[in-house]
């Protein structure tokens, strides 16, 4: 069999000039395969703008070069520290996707909702209010207390409606509003307690729940709830669908610079 010729020295600068470039191309491949999140957001019935370049200009591999064994290659040793001429650009990192902070309060309880910011509203919307199940609630002094049939109302049809927006915080027996607290504003003129601090006067409940669902406020923050939930469920279709892409474009990247290790090495 004959010996396998060894390329020159030239011939190895060569092939390494090909490799750098084609690593210098693929430098913020992902930025251009991913549209901004705020692009997205603001009109979330649009195509995403992706890009997937199927062939990878500027490096060309022969027969020889290509027929690669990447069964032996260990994925955690493909790093720029064991392959130095690898740019860290062109190493694939995890995309950072927007993680639910973390609050030191129950965010949850309608008593720690005055100063939420947007990212918690979101939150709040998208888990939607939580009606905790087998809760005894305190007497008060004239030994009345909160029901959970507070919760529904009958209507005139007889229809039986739930109260989704109505939530009781244990903590401080009270009941609130949920749209009504979360979106309420500095110069709203809305005196109900429900938005505010809280209501508890249980011999008065079921009127005041009903003039409170009555109101104009009431009804304002009810529309701006469930606007936010709708375009929130479409944002989450969304980064679903980008999520997928982008998984499938990092293994594409993945595999060219295995290809271009073993070239390399």
């Keep these: 069999m004959p010996r396998r010729k060894e390329p020159s020295g030239s011939e ?32 979330p019935n649009n195509e995403l703008a992706i890009v997937v ?18 069964d032996n290659f260990d994925d955690n040793n493909v790093s720029g520290a064991e ?13 950072n996707v927007d993680e639910e902070p973390v609050y030191t309060y129950d965010i949850y309880d309608p008593r720690n909702w005055d100063h939420l910011d ?26 009345r207390h909160f029901s959970y049939t507070h919760y529904y109302r009958k209507l ?20 609130f509003c949920f749209c009504c607290k979360i979106f309420k504003t500095s110069g709203s003129k809305s005196q109900s307690f429900l938005a505010h601090d809280g209501y508890k006067n249980w011999r008065h409940i079921s009127e005041k729940l009903k003039e ?6 009431h009804i304002s923050n009810m529309n701006r709830w469930n606007e936010l939930r709708i375009k929130l469920q479409k944002e989450e279709t969304i980064d679903k669908d ?17 290809r271009i290790i073993a070239i390399v090495n």
Excluded at 156 to 175: A, E, P
Excluded at 212 to 217: F, G, I, K, L, R
């Design 12 to 43: 190895k600068r060569k092939k390494r000039k090909r490799v750098d470039d084609f690593i210098e191309s693929q430098r913020g491949a992902m930025d251009k395969f991913v549209k901004s999140n705020s692009s997205a957001s603001m009109n």
């Design 53 to 70: 370049e199927e062939e990878e200009p500027g490096i060309e591999i022969s027969e020889e070069e290509g027929n690669v064994d990447t």
């Design 83 to 95: 392959n130095p001429n690898i740019s860290s650009e062109a190493r694939t990192q995890p995309t």
């Design 118 to 143: 947007n990212k918690a509203i979101d939150i709040l919307v998208e888990k939607g209010p939580i009606r905790e199940q087998g809760i005894e609630f305190p007497l008060d002094d004239a030994s």
């Design 156 to 175: 005139s049809n007889g229809d039986v409606h739930d109260r989704k927006w109505l939530v009781y915080s244990k903590h401080v027996d009270k009941v």
């Design 212 to 217: 409170h669902e009555n109101s104009v406020d």
């Design 242 to 258: 980008l999520q997928k892409q982008i998984s499938k474009e990092k293994e594409r990247l993945r595999q060219v610079l295995l």
